[in-house]
């Protein structure tokens, strides 16, 4: 039960573009600073951790700033890289997922030299800022996409079925945060829409997250989300083999499977950890802050749909295009609220 | 539910695409088995394979040779294992388990160092393993169906199979192959080297290793990612344990995990818990196993039972 | 020549022949070996909390690699410890989190029993199958191994969910004290360390270990003398879980305070790698986990503080398990002294 | 040409700190059968290993057809025409009878293997030596006698001139041995050489030309057979007297230790199963099973251990039913059992000859403090009957992995005798066993005879059943076809019911 009314940080108005704009030309004010990253993964997922290390690297060329990545993939791994962070003063240890929330809970009050940032869930510290995602919201906007999509039957692929799929990684509550919203949208735009949910119980096993796609073609879905980190690329190749189409995560993932691929439903990590660089080179840190980047914030969004245009020429329903801006505007309005999953949200 | 849309004809490939890389694996690690030779090493075999394969094919545009050497940096890998387990006297093991280490650790640093990517590496300059349909089964309506469009290595794995039980079972090779595995001393007294019997095994063994591997990367997906075995290497190992070394019974082990993963894989839409649709092929190989051994030993207890009418 | 001073000297040139295919490796790259091997060594030794991070990794090894041995001595290849794990953790996270009704101390010696209990049972299924069907227990705990994970998996996302944005448990009401903070060993090292003398004095000096040990090498012998060579299998299978279940049980209570989804990923292949290396000697096996715990935290170490990148960091620690499995230096050895005695 | 085939000189050959041979010397002639004879663990196994090339010399010569040979495989032993039957079999179980005797020869055709052509070649060598071998079985459904003649059969087709035979008499029944015999009369009119082994003397003096003793690994000398005799070979070997003709000790039997009431058991073969079978035993006497090896006897003794299950009837011990109990629980009952095959069953070859004496009392005081091992006396026993039952070496902390045969007979006959039970089973107690551990384990089954145990001997030394028992049964296909009481007795009438033959009414047992 956390108090509710909690501020939800202006600051975060500013997207990575914007800011590497205002970055652009200046001179590197973040030379010295050291920042390490701990992932709860490898990077080269093509995912998450690659746009947060994204993220990270525009940083450090617009300030200077000196990254440290680690790597690891054991719970083991990550208290021991977290710890090793804590004490090698570094001047900001960016967290880059929920996993390091009860690290964070357990032994950041010991460093109060340290700043400290977590992505992808909040953590309440002096010297901690949290930022989040709505991905729920930007999964609305894929499950509209997908709905709609699977409705043109005079693109190649595309039955009539009015079913579309979702695969994700692991069974953890975050991703039902996703799934929510991403049923939601796809109902809102039509209450028959039939939504197929798979995991495939693992991060990294492409293989795995192709079978599970392929099976949902079968069962009649010809556009599928992939929410599965490495194993996502196996999604995405199962789309382009079968014929049919996916929907890419977290990066702008439109380009590896040029043509099969919808859209990407891109979720700001890049933004967050290029943020939480800024506000310290900066000066701007303000601990125990919390983000929550929606996509009035921008910090969830789909892609232009471009890659895809190209690829279908005059059959590319541009009404899904509109719509989705449509839907856009709506939910910053206010007009739509997407659900969350229980446990998620600005007021979590 | 809709059981029409699980059990379709589709539901006969998936099972098929999804055991054959196991059905590698446990074809790897039932050579050494003969030799009476725990191979468990096959997981990171097969990981080196999966990556040169890849590797190759994309520097060099040619699947086969990306295949080729595949196998043979799968030979390597086993090579590594045969002289650590025959000449320095490692546990068979433990060394295997080194190799999965070694084997997980260096397609890692070859993906950074020579490939330039981390993590996933799927490039569109990857040239696949060809997809064929054979042209008399496009006429037959059904089998058309299941057999449309597979891909080289997954109809190979049929010859494999076959082959395999042949060299175990019909050739001089897989009679001495399995008189070193079951007694050794009687073949060394036979005039059999035991131990070059040994290297050939984990050496072909190798070879086969590296094919999975191949196949993993190149024919059944196009891309390499760190891991991506996840397992199956072992999973081959216990459906190697499941046919007894016996390919048939091996790959028919493979296609019960297969079968209830594929439905697992259907299932899922449905809302079933994922986790306990996950654990189902696992619970359903067990016990089919089981039964299938305790059944065994029904028989074997009345064959031998006295009572009985002669 | 002096057994122990054999095994030393095989330990040594093992480690340098290692240490130097390693170096191979980071000159490949441009680093410098002996900075790199600097790091390694001072990410496992330097400071309170790198020595605690070895010790935190060293605890679960060392049950786990006992607990392979145990099986082992009675002619079971227990794959499934890992299993064991995380059963006996899941356990003791439910117990501890929910049986609030006990006392404290009375509640930490529950979610021990219960740990054990249930993992013990865990590998009963496997034992069954093996004594009475003879299903390869190899096979059968492979395959456990995915069931377990998926059962807490499960658990974690669900039934026990905590609500937060990870798959975890609620926390425990009880926790195994910590020492040299902030790493998270605790007092399950001793515990563990306890536990393994007590399991190589139950294996060498009773009437348990005597059976076990003649299952183990000839089991119709066995029979034939009286001790039933199915029921010592099944029972050493449990205590094998057991142990597993224990360390499950330390990592949940001591470690992280919750259950973790895929905490023990690892922790059951490594013991039993600790274990395979030594060709399951009871008494040489911690300190096989200690040098694997060693490597471990050592490897983190040279990721945090050198930029020799983490491939090249688990490639050389490959390599060392490998060299270190192969006993060329003993035979060696044994080779040299074959040659002067016939001289 | 030198007129010998084969030439050891000077052979010298350790392992570890064993020394198994040290001074060895050999030599065989063309067209003899040569004995070589030992006590156990004299050397004999070992000289004839490293002739076949299965281990390096330390140090020696060997010269075949008079060719220096400086080191030695057993494929190039093979080449050069050497064959060896060891004393354990050296035949895959999985394998089919063919399959075993064209391993590592096969005939080939491409790559696989030409069976046709492989079984041709085959059955003309059993048709010459007119010997009885069934190609398709597999080698875990024929008998020991059948296994013997493949494994000739195998030197055989692999061109042998030269055929070693390491004991190949112990496990046959005196029919076999007769007709073993036979085919190597055969192959020596045929201009082979061979080499026997053999504890039996008499068997020795039947069959050999010459006949080369060695004693703790060295060679003590070579007699002919016309200048010899059984004592004083008996004497090369162990330096003193044997007497095998043991007097019986005359006792009263007493109650029925052992009743075994119309038993039906599950067997490995058709033949061995056991359909009916009712007998009993008495304190103070010996009941002798002969029978062809393989005929019922291995599952009835395993029945009655506890060791198989009794699908149909019951076995009472001192009146106690032995239906549902465990090996354990019968043990308890007092059973005493020397089981056929000391190396897999009577023994733990991976532990010492101490926790060997003691593996069936294990948790019993004074062996144990509670849970806990009590070392000191375990010690202090397994002294006492080390020197009782004269087991040698005298060290019981040694593992039992080096003892020759007849000491690791010892170390299973001395634990079984000393705990005392009411019925003692010994299966085939003195096989492959030197003399000297014969008469001793001979004197040991009298001793607890007199002492009023029950003892079922089952063996297929149809002298040693004849020289131990009160009353003998004959087995046949798992069938009692005769009881006799031993003074009627005779190799011939035994002999007779063994393979399967008729007798009067009155000896033939009743099945209720
Ligand atoms: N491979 C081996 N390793 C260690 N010791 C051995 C080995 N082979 C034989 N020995 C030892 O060498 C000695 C001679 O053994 P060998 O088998 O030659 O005796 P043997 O004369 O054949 O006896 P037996 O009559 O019992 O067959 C014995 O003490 C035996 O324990
Ligand atoms: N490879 C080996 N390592 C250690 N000991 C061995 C080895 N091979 C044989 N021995 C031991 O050497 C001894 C002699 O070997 P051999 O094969 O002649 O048996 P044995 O003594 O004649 O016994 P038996 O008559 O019961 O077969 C046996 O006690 C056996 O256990
Ligand atoms: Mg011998
Ligand atoms: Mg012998």
């Excluded at chain 3, 990794?57 to 786990?64: E, K, R, V, Y």
């Excluded at chain 3, 191994?145 to 975890?168: C, D, E, F």
């Excluded at chain 3, 009286?226 to 049980?249: D, R, T, V």
């Excluded at chain 4, 010397?25 to 663990?41: A, M, P, R, V």
Aim: aromatic share 8%; charged share 20%.
């Amino acid at each position: 039960a956390k108090e509710a009314g909690k501020t939800v940080e202006a600051t975060a108005g500013t997207t990575a573009k914007a800011a590497s704009e205002n970055g652009d030309g200046k001179e590197k004010t973040g030379a010295g600073k050291r920042v390490c990253i701990v992932y709860s993964g490898n990077l080269g997922d093509k995912s998450y951790n690659d746009s947060c290390n994204e993220g990270a690297k525009e940083a450090a060329a617009d300030y200077g700033v000196e990254i440290k990545n680690l790597e690891g993939t054991s719970a083991e791994e990550w208290e021991a890289n977290f710890l090793s962070a804590c004490e090698d003063g570094y001047d900001l240890v960016i967290c880059s997922s929920s996993n390091f929330e009860e690290y964070m809970k357990e032994h950041c009050a010991s460093y109060p030299n340290v700043k400290f940032a977590i992505i992808d869930t909040t953590v309440e510290g002096d010297n901690i800022v949290s930022i989040s995602f709505a991905q729920n919201q930007g999964s609305f906007l894929a499950g509209a996409a997908a709905a709609m999509f699977t409705q043109k039957t005079d693109i190649e692929g595309v039955n009539p079925d009015k079913i579309i799929g979702w695969v994700g990684g692991m069974d953890i509550p975050v991703l039902h945060d996703f799934f929510t919203g991403y049923e939601q949208g796809a109902k809102y735009i039509d209450p028959d829409i039939k939504v197929l949910q798979s995991f495939a119980g693992t991060w990294n096993d492409p293989l795995k997250g192709k079978e599970l796609t392929l099976a949902q073609f079968d069962q009649g879905a010809d556009i599928v989300m992939n929410v599965a980190s490495g194993t996502g690329p196996g999604i995405l190749e199962g789309a382009k083999e079968a014929g049919k189409y996916a929907i890419g995560v977290d990066l702008n993932q439109d380009n590896d499977q040029p043509g099969s691929i919808l859209t990407s439903m891109v979720k700001r990590v890049d933004t967050a950890c290029y943020l939480a660089i800024q506000s310290v080179v900066e000066g701007t840190f303000k601990g125990n802050s919390t983000s929550y980047l929606t996509i009035k914030e921008e910090g969830v969004g789909l892609t232009d749909f471009s890659v895809m245009k190209e690829h279908l020429g005059d059959k590319f329903p541009e009404d899904i295009v509109e719509k989705v801006k449509e839907l856009e505007e709506k939910i910053v309005s206010g007009e739509i609220v997407v659900e969350n999953y229980t446990g998620f949200g600005a007021n979590k | 539910m809709d059981l029409g849309k699980i059990f379709s004809v589709s539901l006969i490939y998936a099972t098929f695409r999804s055991a054959t890389p196991i059905i590698y694996a446990a074809l790897c690690a039932a050579i050494t088995q003969q030799a009476d030779i725990l191979n468990i090493g096959t997981e990171g075999i097969m990981l080196t394979g999966a990556f040169a394969a890849v590797a190759v094919s994309y520097l060099t545009g040619s699947w086969l040779l990306g295949v080729v050497v595949a196998m043979i940096a799968g030979l390597i890998m086993a090579m590594i294992m045969a002289v650590g387990h025959i000449r320095y006297k490692a546990e068979i093991c433990a060394i295997g388990m080194g190799i999965n280490l070694f084997a997980l650790a260096i397609t890692k640093f070859l993906l950074n160092s020579a490939l330039g990517k981390s993590g996933t590496f799927s490039e569109p300059g990857i040239i696949a393993i060809p997809r064929v349909s054979l042209p008399f089964l496009a006429k037959v309506p059904f089998l058309k169906e299941i057999f449309d469009n597979w891909c080289i290595t997954e109809w190979f794995v049929i010859v494999l199979i076959i082959l395999v039980w042949f060299v175990f079972y019909k050739t001089v090779w897989g009679l001495r192959l399995r008189a070193v595995g079951q007694f050794p001393m009687a073949a060394q007294t036979a005039g059999i080297n035991v131990n070059s019997m040994k290297y050939r095994a984990i050496a072909i063994s190798g070879l086969i290793g590296g094919l999975a591997g191949a196949h993993l990367s190149l024919g059944y997906s196009k891309m390499f990612t760190e891991n991506m075995t996840n397992a199956r290497g072992f999973m081959g190992v216990a459906a190697m344990y499941f046919g007894g070394a016996h390919p048939i019974l091996t790959a028919a082990g493979c296609l019960v995990f297969g079968l209830t993963d594929s439905i697992g894989a259907r299932l899922q839409a449905y809302g079933v818990p994922s986790q306990l649709v996950l654990l189902m092929p696992y619970v359903v190989t067990i016990a089919t196993l089981a039964v299938s051994m305790a059944s065994k030993m029904a028989r074997e207890k009345k064959k031998k039972s006295a009572l009985a009418k002669a | 020549m002096n057994v122990a001073v054999k095994s030393i000297q095989k330990i040594l040139l093992t480690m340098l022949l290692a240490l130097a295919i390693g170096a191979l490796f980071i000159l490949f790259i441009g680093e410098n070996p002996l900075e790199a091997y600097g790091a390694l060594l001072r990410g496992a030794f330097n400071g309170k909390l790198k020595i605690g991070t070895t010790l935190a990794s060293f605890t679960p090894l060392l049950l786990t690699s006992c607990a392979f041995a145990v099986a082992a001595k009675a002619g079971a290849f227990n794959v499934g410890v890992e299993g064991e794990v995380f059963l006996g953790g899941i356990t003791a996270a439910y117990i501890g989190i929910n049986w609030t009704f006990l006392p404290a101390p009375v509640l930490m010696i529950v979610c021990f029993l219960g740990a054990m209990t249930v993992a013990a049972l865990w590998a009963l299924i496997p034992a069954v199958l093996k004594a009475y069907y003879r299903v390869s227990e190899v096979c059968v705990t492979i395959l456990m191994n995915s069931v377990a994970l998926y059962i807490t998996s499960y658990l974690v996302s669900g039934p026990m969910s905590a609500g937060v944005a990870n798959a975890q448990s609620l926390p425990v009401t009880v926790n195994l004290p910590q020492f040299m903070k902030p790493s998270s060993v605790n007092a399950g090292l001793f515990i563990a360390l306890i536990t393994v003398v007590f399991m190589i004095w139950v294996l060498n000096k009773t009437t348990f270990g005597y059976k076990v040990k003649t299952v183990g090498t000839n089991p119709s012998h066995a029979e034939y003398v009286g001790i039933s060579p199915k029921k010592i299998f099944i029972q050493s299978m449990m205590l094998s879980g057991a142990l597993g279940g224990m360390a499950g049980c330390i990592e949940v209570l001591g470690v992280h305070g919750y259950f973790l989804n895929n905490f023990a990923a690892g922790l059951g292949s490594n013991g039993m790698l600790a274990s395979l290396i030594v060709k399951n000697n009871l008494i040489f096996a911690p300190f096989m986990s200690f040098f694997l715990a060693v490597l471990k935290s050592g490897a983190m170490g040279m990721q945090q503080s050198t930029g020799v990148p983490k491939s090249i960091v688990d490639t050389i620690t490959a390599v060392f398990i490998i060299v270190a499995t192969m006993e060329l230096l003993f035979q060696f050895k044994d080779k040299k002294n074959k040659k002067e005695k016939s001289k | 040409m030198s007129e010998y085939v084969i030439e050891m000189k000077d052979i010298v050959k350790s392992f570890g700190n064993v020394h198994a041979v040290r001074n060895g010397q050999f030599t065989l002639k063309k067209g003899e059968i040569h004995s070589l004879i030992g006590e156990n663990g004299a050397g004999k196994s070992t000289m004839m290993k490293l002739l076949y090339g299965m281990y390096p010399i330390d140090d020696g010569s060997i010269r075949i057809h008079g060719d220096h040979i400086p080191s030695i495989s057993p494929k190039i032993a093979i080449e050069k025409g050497i064959g060896m039957v060891h004393q354990e079999f050296m035949l895959v179980n999985e394998l089919t009878v063919l399959e075993n005797i064209i391993l590592g020869f096969e005939p080939r055709h491409g790559i696989t293997i030409d069976f046709d052509k492989a079984r041709k070649t085959v059955e003309q060598y059993i048709n010459q030596y007119g010997m009885d071998i069934q190609l398709g079985k597999k080698i875990n459904q024929i008998s020991v006698g059948e296994a013997q003649r493949v494994e000739i059969i195998k030197t055989l087709t692999r061109g042998a001139n030269v055929i070693i035979l390491d004991e190949p008499t112990a496990v046959l029944t005196p029919q076999e041995t007769k007709q073993l015999f036979v085919i190597l009369q055969n192959l020596r009119k045929d201009g082979k050489s061979l080499v026997f082994i053999s504890h039996k003397l008499n068997e020795v003096m039947e069959i050999s030309d010459r006949i080369s003793v060695m004693r703790q690994g060295n060679y003590i000398g070579s007699v002919s057979k016309e200048e010899t005799s059984p004592a004083e070979l008996a004497k090369m070997m162990i330096g003193r007297e044997v007497f095998l003709n043991i007097e019986k000790t005359q006792t009263k039997p007493g109650e029925k230790v052992l009743e075994v009431k119309d038993v039906w058991v599950s067997g490995e073969k058709e033949i061995s199963k056991i359909r009916g079978v009712s007998l009993d035993v008495r304190a103070g006497e010996i009941v002798g099973i002969a029978g062809i090896d393989g005929n019922g006897q291995s599952e009835l003794i395993e029945a009655i251990a506890g060791l198989r299950q009794v699908e149909k009837g019951s076995v009472l011990l001192d009146g106690k039913e032995l239906g549902g109990l465990s090996p354990k629980q019968i043990r308890k009952a007092g059973l005493s059992h020397i089981p056929e095959d000391r190396n897999t069953r009577g023994l733990n070859r991976s532990m010492s000859i101490k926790e060997n004496l003691i593996a069936v009392q294990v948790g019993e005081a004074p062996f144990c403090k509670g849970v806990v091992r009590d070392d000191k006396e375990t010690l202090e026993y397994a002294k006492q009957l080390s020197e009782v039952f004269d087991i040698r070496p005298r060290d019981p902390e040694i593992s039992t992995q080096s003892l020759s045969g007849g000491n690791a007979q010892k170390v299973v006959v001395a634990r079984e005798v000393s705990i005392g039970g009411k019925l003692l089973v010994a299966s085939q107690p003195t096989r492959g066993v030197d003399i000297g551990a014969i008469e001793s384990i001979r004197k040991i089954l009298q001793e607890v005879k007199a002492k009023g145990m029950g003892v079922l001997l089952v063996s297929a030394d149809l002298e040693e059943i004849l020289s131990l028992s009160d009353r003998i049964v004959v087995m046949h296909e798992g069938r009692i076809t005769g009881r006799l009481k031993a003074e009627d007795a005779n190799e011939d009438n035994l002999g007779l019911l063994m393979m399967g033959g008729t007798a009067s009414a009155e000896e033939r047992g009743s099945t209720t």
